[in-house]
C-alpha cells in the first residue's frame, strides 16, 4: 500500500489517496470487571526477584515504622489530658496523611540508593535485526496538527534511515470539531505523501468517539493490530529520540512476558513560569520517584498512558475494558484507562515494566496553574472511578495498591484540608472555652490539651518527611557534576531548588482547595467531560484569574481571620496555608505566559538539562516547528473550498457506507445542514447558516462536499 502510495505521489503531489494501508483485524473481545488471574508468563533471575522482594519489604517496613511513629507522636501531642471526640478525628485524620507521605518518602529513598548503583539495574536487550514491525501511534483530540506533524517529522527520518520497514506512525484522530478536523488533515497531508515506505505515516479520523482515547487504541488493534507486534503510544505533546524508540523494541524482543514497558517521560519545551517549575521538579526529583516506584515494581508496574511500548497481542487479549454499570461519573466507560490496562495486563499473566533509564522520552506540561486544574478535573474522576476496580477479582495486590494511590493522589487533597478545618475548629474551640491558655507569648498556641513541644517536634519530622524527596534530588543531581552543569551549575541548582520548593509551597493549598472541590463534585455525580489540552502558552489576564480564583481568595481571607482572632500565633502557623490562598489571583497571573517565564530563564531559575543543549530530536522538532506553515482561522468549509487538492484528499479519508441506514443512525444535524446547503446562494451565506454540528455532519458526506464544490464553482 505505501509503496503504491509514494509511486502515485511522486508522480502527482496532490492525487488524492487514503491515507492507510490494509486493515489486518485483530480481535478484541471485551473484558469483565471479574477474571481469574493467570500465572506470570515473564521469567527473571533469582537476583532480580531478590532485589524487588527486598525493595518490597523495605517499603513496607519504613512506610509502617515512620507512620506508626508520627501517629504515636501525635496521640502524645493530644494526651495531655484526655482526648475529645474532636481530638480523636484530628488524630485519624493525621494518620492517614503521616501514612501517605510516609509512603512517598520511602520510595524516594529507595529511589536516591538506587541512583546510587544504577549498574545493579541493567536490562537486556535483543542484538541483530528486529524481528518485528512497531506501530507509533498518535492518539489526536481537536489538538493543534503543527506541534504533532513536527514531532513526526523529527523522529521520522532518523528512524527510516536505522531501521527501514520496521517503524510506521498512525495519526489516530478523534476530533469532532469541523474547523480542527480539517486544519489538521491540511497540516498532516503533505506528512503524509513526503512519507516513503521505510517510515510510512498514516492517518485515520474515527467519527464516533466512544470510550473516548481507550476506544481509540482499541479501534486502531482491531483494524490493524495484527500487522505490528509491539505499538508505542505518544500524546500530543510528546516525543521520543529515534534511538530510545529502537532501544524499546529491542527490550521487548528481549522479554518475550513482557507486555508493557513504561518509559519515565522527562518535561521539556517549558515557557512559562509554571511550566518551568514543573519541569525543574520532574527533571530534578522526577528520577528518584521513578527509580524508587521502578524498584519495588518489579513486573508489577503501571502505564501513564503514554510514551510507553505496548505488546499489541497481550493488549487485545486483555484490555477491552470493561462498561462499568451506571452513570458517570463513575460507571460507563473508564475515563482514566491506563492504570486498569496495566492491571488487566498483570492479570492476564503479562509482565508491566518501569524502565527509567531511558533519558530521551519526553512530554510537555500544561503552562499555566488554570490549564493544570482543568486536566487535574479529568484525571481526578477517572482515578476516583478506579474504586470500582479495587476489589475486582484476580488483581495482584501490586496492581491494587497502584489504583489506591492514584485515588490517593486527589483524595489526600481532601484529607489534608479537613484536617486543617478539624484543627482550626478545636483551636476555636479552645478559645472560647479558655481564653487564658493564650495569654502566654509564643510562637506556637499553648492548647490546653496540647504538648506544644512535642508539636513543635513532630512539625519538624513532618517537614524533613516532606522535604527529603526535593533534597535527594538535588543532591543526586549536584554529585553528578555533568548533570549538575546542565542545570547552571551548583549555585543556580540549589537557587532553582528552594525557588521551586517556595513555588510548590504557595501553590499547594490552591490545588488542595480545588481538588477538593472536584471531588465533592464527581461524589454529587458531576461528569468532566472530555476537553482537549491547552497546548498554548497559557497566558491568563487579570480579570480572568480573578474570575478563576476568587472562592481561593475568600477562603483564604476566611482562614486568616478566624485564626487571628483566635490568636497571632494561630495565625502564623496557618500562614502557610492562608498565604497561597489569598494571593492566589496574582499566582496564577503570573503562573503562564512566555514573557513571564522569561524573565527566571534570564536569571538562570528553574533551568532543565536540556534548556541549553537540547537533545538532537528536540533541536529538529523545533527546527520543525519554524517550518510548519500557519493555519490562521479559517473556517473549514473556506479551507476546504479553496483548495481543490485538500477537498479530494478529503474526500478520500471518508468512510464508505455500509448498507442501508437504520433508524439508529438518523441524525438531525445531517438533515438540516443538506437543506441549508441546498438552499445557500454562496458559500460565505452557508457558513453564516450552519452551526458547528451543522457543518462536521456537512463535510463527513460525500453529498455535501458536492454542494461544496458546486457552491465554489458557482
Request: charged share 20%.
Amino acid at each position: 500500500m505505501s509503496t503504491e502510495r509514494d509511486a502515485t505521489a511522486a508522480a502527482d503531489p496532490d492525487a488524492p489517496l487514503l491515507a492507510l494501508p490494509q486493515e489486518s483485524p485483530l480481535p478484541m473481545p471485551r473484558r469483565s470487571l471479574h477474571e481469574p488471574r493467570q500465572p506470570l508468563r515473564a521469567r527473571t533471575s533469582w537476583g532480580a526477584r531478590l532485589r524487588v522482594a527486598l525493595a518490597r519489604a523495605y517499603i513496607t517496613a519504613a512506610t509502617l515504622a515512620l507512620a506508626g511513629y508520627g501517629t504515636w507522636e501525635m496521640h502524645g501531642v493530644l494526651s495531655v489530658g484526655s482526648i475529645t471526640p474532636l481530638q480523636w478525628v484530628f488524630l485519624v485524620l493525621f494518620g492517614i496523611n503521616f501514612t501517605w507521605i510516609s509512603f512517598a518518602f520511602a520510595q524516594a529513598t529507595l529511589g536516591f540508593a538506587r541512583s546510587l548503583l544504577p549498574r545493579l539495574w541493567r536490562v537486556p536487550e535483543h542484538q541483530g535485526e528486529l524481528p518485528f514491525k512497531t506501530a507509533i501511534l498518535l492518539p489526536v483530540y481537536n489538538e493543534s496538527p503543527q506541534r504533532i506533524a513536527a514531532a513526526i517529522m523529527a523522529m521520522r527520518g532518523e528512524l527510516a534511515a536505522r531501521e527501514p520497514g520496521k517503524y510506521a506512525f498512525f495519526i489516530l484522530s478523534d476530533t469532532n470539531q469541523a474547523d480542527a478536523w480539517v486544519a489538521e488533515e491540511a497540516v498532516f497531508r503533505p506528512v503524509i505523501l513526503e512519507a516513503d515506505a521505510a517510515c510510512p505515516v498514516f492517518y485515520r479520523r474515527r467519527g464516533n468517539n466512544a470510550e473516548r482515547k481507550a476506544g481509540n487504541i482499541a479501534d486502531w488493534v482491531r483494524r490493524w493490530g495484527g500487522d505490528y507486534e509491539a505499538m508505542i503510544v505518544l500524546d500530543a505533546d510528546s516525543i521520543i529520540s529515534p534511538d530510545t524508540l529502537v532501544t524499546l523494541s529491542r527490550r521487548m524482543v528481549a522479554a518475550p512476558g513482557v507486555g508493557l514497558i513504561q518509559t519515565l517521560p522527562r518535561i521539556v519545551r517549558a515557557r512559562s513560569l509554571y511550566g518551568r517549575a514543573q519541569q525543574f521538579a520532574n527533571q530534578c526529583y522526577g528520577p528518584i520517584y521513578g527509580g524508587g516506584l521502578a524498584a519495588w515494581h518489579g513486573l508489577s508496574s503501571n502505564f501513564w498512558g503514554h510514551n510507553a511500548i505496548i505488546r499489541t497481542r497481550a493488549f487485545a487479549e486483555s484490555c477491552s475494558l470493561p462498561l462499568l454499570q451506571g452513570k458517570p461519573p463513575f460507571g460507563g466507560a473508564v475515563l482514566s484507562h491506563d492504570f486498569i490496562e496495566a492491571a488487566l495486563l498483570r492479570r492476564a499473566g503479562w509482565g508491566v515494566r518501569f524502565d527509567v533509564d531511558l533519558q530521551q522520552s519526553w512530554e510537555e506540561a500544561p503552562p499555566s496553574l488554570v490549564d493544570v486544574l482543568v486536566r487535574d478535573r479529568r484525571w481526578c474522576q477517572g482515578n476516583l472511578q478506579h474504586s470500582r476496580f479495587l476489589f475486582a477479582r484476580g488483581l495482584t495486590l501490586t496492581s491494587r495498591l497502584h489504583l489506591l494511590t492514584g485515588i490517593m493522589a486527589y483524595a489526600s487533597a481532601a484529607l489534608w484540608l479537613l484536617l486543617v478545618i478539624v484543627g482550626l475548629v478545636i483551636a476555636v474551640q479552645a478559645k472560647f472555652v479558655r481564653p487564658e491558655y493564650f495569654a502566654e507569648p509564643s510562637l506556637f498556641p499553648i492548647w490546653p490539651v496540647f504538648d506544644s513541644a512535642r508539636a513543635l517536634q513532630l512539625f519538624v519530622v513532618s517537614m524533613a518527611v516532606v522535604l527529603a524527596p526535593k533534597v535527594f534530588g538535588w543532591f543526586a543531581a549536584l554529585v553528578n557534576i555533568r548533570l549538575c552543569l546542565r542545570f547552571g551549575g551548583p549555585l543556580l541548582l540549589t537557587l532553582s531548588t528552594l525557588f521551586e520548593t517556595l513555588l510548590s509551597a504557595l501553590y499547594a493549598p490552591i490545588l488542595m482547595f480545588t481538588q477538593t472541590h472536584v471531588i465533592w463534585g464527581v461524589l454529587h455525580g458531576s461528569d468532566s467531560g472530555w476537553k482537549p489540552q491547552r497546548r498554548d502558552d497559557g497566558t491568563l489576564g487579570w480579570a480572568a484569574a480573578a474570575r478563576a480564583h476568587r472562592a481561593h481568595m475568600l477562603l483564604g481571607v476566611t482562614l486568616a481571620l478566624i485564626a487571628w482572632a483566635v490568636h497571632e500565633a494561630l495565625f502564623l502557623w496557618l500562614l502557610p496555608i492562608t498565604l497561597g490562598l489569598v494571593l492566589a489571583v496574582p499566582l496564577s497571573w503570573a503562573s503562564g505566559g512566555t514573557r513571564r517565564g522569561k524573565l527566571f530563564a534570564a536569571l538562570g531559575l528553574l533551568r532543565a538539562p536540556e534548556e541549553k543543549r537540547p537533545a538532537p530530536v528536540l533541536a529538529r522538532l523545533q527546527a520543525e516547528l519554524e517550518r510548519q506553515p500557519g493555519l490562521g482561522d479559517e473556517k473549514a468549509l473556506t479551507r476546504l473550498a479553496e483548495d481543490p487538492s485538500l477537498l479530494a484528499w478529503h474526500r478520500a479519508q471518508l468512510a464508505p457506507a455500509t448498507g442501508k441506514p437504520a433508524l439508529a443512525d438518523f441524525n438531525a444535524a445531517t438533515v438540516t445542514a443538506a437543506w441549508k446547503a441546498e438552499h445557500a446562494n454562496t458559500l460565505d451565506e452557508l457558513n453564516q447558516w450552519l452551526d458547528p454540528a451543522e457543518t462536521l455532519a456537512l463535510i463527513n458526506r460525500p453529498d455535501g462536499l458536492d454542494r461544496l464544490q458546486s457552491l465554489r464553482d458557482s
